[in-house]
């Protein structure tokens, strides 16, 4: 069945710093969702990407989509301790009543100040 | 403040135990859903309910039983679990099941088996 990746699993930057996560999938998928966990928290919905190669941002953080559809990034420029938190990517799997949402492992990222 | 309720929030219980989780949400949505986060493992779907019938079953033990009395108010009884039913427990609900719905979580269930 449909798997999504994602890398790396962990992530430590010095607050200032870039951060990247990336998501894979091994099919083609109608969309992907992007949500965060802050650390004792819950999954929070941040973006969802539709089209082919879309690229959405949010401030300092850059959503792309794969032209193929098969994968997708979350960039974040200039880290900040806010920033701290797991981030997941989601895809849809399945259609109509099977339809389910599958999340990656998720990337946590810790921000040293 | 995310429309998703769920209490408690933490629960300690015994393997001989009989306790229930409860999910609430005021968002007018038509699809709930529970799912189990364990250290790190993938947030895994359990159940999925659309309009108070249940939709998705994904092989979960018959120790953990759903009830859906209406659409805004979830459960999840609990019996008989082990050790290693000790998660994070999250609902969460979206205007329907379908392409490009997003999910809008509660702040879930520590829950603790001893």
């Known amino acids: 069945g449909q798997q999504v990746m994602q890398i790396p699993q962990y992530q430590h930057v010095q607050e200032g710093e870039d951060f990247t996560t990336y998501c894979n999938s091994s099919?083609?998928?109608?969309?992907i969702q992007w949500y965060k966990q802050r650390p004792g928290g819950h999954p929070v919905f941040l973006i969802q990407l539709v089209k082919s190669g879309e690229v959405k941002k949010q401030k300092r953080l850059t959503f792309q989509f794969g032209e193929a559809k098969k994968n997708s990034s979350l960039h974040i420029t200039a880290t900040q301790t806010t920033d701290v938190g797991t981030y997941f990517c989601a895809g849809p799997r399945g259609g109509g009543s099977n339809y389910k949402l599958t999340f990656g492992k998720g990337t946590l990222l810790t921000v040293n100040p | 403040e995310t429309g998703v309720t769920q209490t408690p929030r933490h629960l300690v219980m015994g393997m001989t135990n009989k306790k229930s989780l409860k999910c609430e949400q005021h968002?007018?949505?038509?699809?709930m859903y529970w799912y189990k986060q364990s250290a790190k493992k993938p947030l895994e779907l359990m159940f999925v309910y659309s309009l108070e019938e249940r939709v998705e079953n994904n092989s979960v033990p018959s120790r953990f039983s759903p009830e859906c009395p209406n659409s805004s108010h979830l459960f999840l009884h609990l019996h008989t679990l082990q050790p290693e039913d000790s998660a994070l427990y999250l609902c969460a609900s979206s205007q329907d099941i379908g392409t490009g719905v997003r999910a809008f979580f509660g702040q879930g269930t520590r829950l603790t088996v001893v």
């Open positions: 968002l007018g949505h038509n699809a």
């Open positions: 099919t083609t998928l109608s969309n």
